[in-house]
C-alpha cells in the first residue's frame, strides 16, 4: 500500500468520524465522554478520536461545563430534583465530579432547593391516598431523598407538609 493510500485512508477515518459526531450533536448536545464512547464503538481509532474531539473542541461544540450548565438549567425547568440527583445524572453522562458540583451548586441555591422540594412534595401528595400519618411521613421523606434532596430539606418539608412529629425519619 502507498503512503497516499494511507494517508486518504485516515482521511476517510477523521472525515467519516467528524461527521458522525456532527450528526450526533445535531440531534442534541453530548458530553465529551459520550462521544468518544459512540465514536470507539463504531471502531474509530483512538488517535482519530482524540483529533475529532480536540477539533469539536475548538469549535465550541464541545464543552463540558457549557452541557452541565444547559442540562441542569433544562432539568430544573420539567423536573423536581435535587442537588444529589443532579450531581449524579452529569456523572453518568460523563461530567467531572467536581465540575458537576460546582454547576449544581451555582445554578441551585438552597432557596430553590427547598421550593423545588416543597413543589415535588405537592404533587407526590396529591397522588397519595391519605393514610396513616407517620408513614405518610416516612413515605414522603423517603421520596424526597430519593430524588436527590438533602436529607435535612426533606425533613423540614416533610413537617411543613404533614406536621411536626418526626417518625418515620430521622
Known amino acids: ?8 485512508g485516515a482521511r476517510d477515518e477523521s472525515k467519516r468520524a467528524l461527521d458522525l459526531a456532527l450528526r450526533w450533536l445535531a440531534a ?4 465529551e465522554r459520550e462521544l468518544r464512547e459512540r465514536l470507539q464503538q463504531r471502531g474509530v481509532p483512538p488517535g482519530v478520536v482524540d483529533a475529532t474531539l480536540e477539533r ?24 423536581y430534583i435535587g442537588p444529589r440527583r443532579l450531581v449524579e445524572e452529569l456523572r453518568r453522562r460523563g461530567i467531572d465530579a467536581r465540575l458537576a458540583t460546582e454547576v449544581v451548586a451555582g445554578r441551585l441555591p438552597p432557596d430553590r432547593e427547598i421550593d423545588l422540594a416543597r413543589a415535588a412534595a405537592r404533587r407526590r401528595l396529591e397522588m397519595w391516598r391519605k393514610g396513616d400519618p407517620a408513614a405518610m411521613r416516612g413515605r ?4 424526597l431523598t430519593g430524588r436527590g434532596f438533602d436529607p435535612e430539606t426533606a425533613a423540614r ?7 411536626d412529629e418526626e417518625a418515620g425519619f430521622p
Do not use: I, K, P
Open 1 to 8: 500500500m502507498s503512503d497516499g493510500a494511507r494517508s486518504g
Open 157 to 163: 418539608v416533610v413537617r411543613e407538609h404533614l406536621g
Open 140 to 143: 414522603l421523606y423517603r421520596f
Open 28 to 31: 442534541r448536545a453530548r458530553t
Open 56 to 79: 469539536l473542541r475548538q469549535w465550541g461544540y464541545v464543552d463540558d461545563r457549557a452541557f452541565a450548565e444547559d442540562y441542569v438549567e433544562h432539568t430544573l425547568t420539567v423536573r
